[in-house]
Nanobody, 127 residues
Framework: QVQLVESGGGLVQAGGSLRLSCAAS????????MGWFRQAPGKEREFVSA????????YYADSVKGRFTISRDNAKNTVFLQMNSLRPDDTAVYYC????????????????????WGQGTQVTVSS
């Protein structure tokens, strides 16, 4: 079992930045690939970014590429999502998730590949 707790969400103006954190407890953090997903009101959950167990491979949705950066600190059992140049359409609840394997981009971007999920943190970007 892995418990995930997100933090760092909030209200920010367009063009601003936020850094989300996801702290993991339970089983060995470094054994899991980690991902960030988001869900806006009235919309389906969508993939944002993912990172391999070692941190050597990262994946990004086209909508955030060049603006968001995912990273992880296995010593601190934490994954981060640095979000820059935020836009109003980035407004959503952001969830982190843990997956045993993220072997391909198809797997990494699929919510079903993730076994554990956090409760989410709200990000609101005002125009």
């Amino acid at each position: 079992q892995v418990q995930l707790v997100e933090s760092g969400g909030g209200l920010v103006q367009a063009g601003g930045s936020l850094r989300l954190s996801c702290a993991a407890s339970g089983r060995t953090f470094s054994a899991y690939g980690m991902g960030w997903f988001r869900q806006a009101p009235g919309k389906e959950r969508e993939f944002v970014s993912a990172i391999s167990r070692s941190g050597g491979t990262t994946y990004y949705a086209d909508s955030v590429k060049g603006r968001f950066t995912i990273s992880r600190d296995n010593a601190k059992n934490t994954v981060f999502l640095q979000m820059n140049s935020l836009r109003p359409d980035d407004t959503a609840v952001y969830y982190c998730a843990a997956a045993p394997v993220l072997a391909t981009v198809a797997v990494a971007t699929t919510g079903g590949a993730y076994r554990y999920w956090g409760q989410g943190t709200q990000v609101t970007v005002s125009s």
